[in-house]
Structure formats: C-alpha cells, structure tokens
C-alpha cells in the first residue's frame, strides 16, 4: 500500500489575512514588516503579497529597501500581527485536522498531513478530499493555499511548492520518478549551499543524477544518514511518517453559524456541542485549563477574543459553560458587526493528576 502524504502551504499567509480584512488591498503591494523600532524604517520585510514580489520585494529584505522598490506603487507598509495570525492559523489547522488521517503542523502557515486511510491509498480521491479542504479554506477564512500530494513527505513539499500560487499538484507514485528527476538537487529539503556544492563535487547536479549514484559513494561522503537521506528523497521513498503534534498546549472548536447573529445565546447555543467535545478532548488527555476564551470571527472576517483565567485549573464542564456564556455575552456587547462563526478555546493545560483543580474545590465545598 503506497501512502499518501499531503503538504498544504498557506499563499503569502500574513498579507493574505490584511487582505481578507481590507479587501482593497488586493490591488496594491503589501508587506508585512518586523519593526525593530530604532528609526521609522528599520526592520525586515516579514512576507510580501504577490504584487510586491513582482517589484522584487522579498522576506528578510530591509523595509528601507522594499520601501524604495516600491516608491510610487501606493504600497501598504502593515506591522507584523502575529497574535492575530496565530489565531487565523489555529483556526485553519483544526478544520484541517477533522478532515485528513493524521496532520503535522509545521509553521504557523503550513502542515504536512496523511490521508492513506481515509483514501485506500488512492490518489484520486485523495485528490478529492484536498479540493474539499482548499474549498473549505476559501469558505470559511476567504484564503487560498497551494498543496501537494505524493508518496512521500520530499515529494508532497516539492509538489506544493510547484503549485503556488493556489494550486493543487498531484504526484502519484509512477510519475514519482519523471517529478524528481529533472529538478536540481538544491530542491531537496535539507540540501544547503555546502551539500549542493559537494554533490556538484561528485557530477551530481539534478535529483535525477542523484538517485543514479551509487549509495557507497553518498554515505560515503556525507555519512552514513544523511547520505542514506539524499537517496531516499531523490527516489521518492523517504520513509518520514507524518507525526501528530507534540504535547497539546490548548484545545479548540469552532462552527459557522447557520445565520450571522450578534445574539450571544444563539450563538452559545450552535456551540454548545463543540464546547462538550473541547471538554471530551481535555479529559481524554487528563488536562485541567486554567484559561477559557471564546472566539468570534466577525462578517467582515477580523476575528475578537474574550477569555478568562482562573487560580486554579478546571476541569468541570459545568464551569467551561458558564463561563462561556459570560465570554460570550461580553462579545456581544462590545463587537460592532455580527458574528460568521464561533469557537471556544481552552489553554493553560495543566496535568489533572498534578494538582488540585477548581472544579475539585467546588465539589468538595457543595
């Protein structure tokens, strides 16, 4: 049985998310900047949206600099949110996870994920299931993203990196071989400067060349890991397996709405079921929160959080509800537009068996 493992890569992620807040920013260059805040202008480009790379405007380009490419091209010059970001992306990955086998985040704008299961290891309805996925995406969050599929982890990056901007690339495994061999080493993931140079050392410019050369002579040159690594990736067969995240830091669901609302106990209402399966999960895991915030993703997509951390960690459902329902009536009182869509998210996880929660106290005590 072949896998089947995906790579989905967000478009110029951070600009993408000012766009879908400002819609008239399509039509102009944009870049996200770090500020380092000694003058006005010092700092680095973060991401650039389509229009400003067609300017020459790069990530980890001084802004002075991409300031000048862009002189009298009506730029937007936006500082970097990542809070905000990371919410977007959370959002995005947990869509994601309920409709693939297996994900592995990795970067705030991009997973790797493995759909062999769900797919019998059939590409063409894992074709299927990313359309739906890149469909979902434009749906709930108005943003596009480039993904890959192939055998292997190598294959779906390089896939997905092919595919930009907005596309969906599949590579099955008898076209696998004709995929790599063309490209130059220098595409493989992990393959550097140094490693690209040496190979040229040893007449081995393109994967082609590289799959073709003797094992010995490569795990001889860069040992016996790395060089059993660059044979496996030049042929497609790198056994990488998509692992799951690490130890979760927080749990979350959000649903959209059957119809934009502003009332908070409509709103509370189509999530009450997710608020029970965030809990299910907490328990699952033997995890006690000390920080619950409710989300609400307004009709103009700019998102609004209100939390709540307690003293202690809870644990009881009852607690996660109420709490909700406050959260949410605040949100109701201070948003000015309607709310798309609604989650609920609980952070601060904490062992249940370490300590003494909240939820215990309150039991104790009635």
Known sequence: MSRVVGHLDLDYFYAQVEEVEDPS?????????????RTDESGVVSTANYIARGFGVRS??????????????????IRMDHEKYEAVSARIMEDLERQVDLLEPTGIDEAFFD???????????????????KESLLRNERLTC???LGRSKVVAKLASDMSKPGGLLVVAPETTENFLAPLPV???????????????????KTVG??????????????????GGYLMAAATGTDPDPVLPGLEPTQFSRIVTLKQDTRDPMA????????????????????KSCRTVSAIAVLTDLSTKTKSRTFETPVDDLAI????????FEELGRTVEKDFRRVGLRVSGLENTEDQTSLSEYVRSAG
């Open 320 to 327: 996660i509800k109420e709490t909700a329902l406050l959260l």
């Open 186 to 204: 220098s595409k493989l993931y992990g393959v550097g400067p140094k490693t690209t140079s040496a190979l040229d050392e040893m007449g081995v």
């Open 60 to 77: 980890a380009m001084p802004i002075s600099l991409a300031k000048k490419k862009l002189e009298g091209k009506n730029p937007a010059v």
């Open 25 to 37: 920013l399509r039509q102009r260059p944009v870049i996200v900047c770090v500020f380092s805040g």
């Open 267 to 286: 709103a509370y209402a189509q999530i009450s079921d997710g608020i029970e399966h965030v809990h299910g999960k907490m328990m699952s895991s033997a």
């Open 115 to 133: 759909v062999t299961a769900s797919s019998g290891s059939d590409f063409g309805k894992a074709k299927i299931t990313c359309e739906s996925i």
């Open 146 to 148: 480039s993904i890959g």
């Open 209 to 226: 060349e590289l799959a073709r050369a003797a094992p010995a002579a490569i795990e001889g040159r860069f040992g016996s890991k790395f």
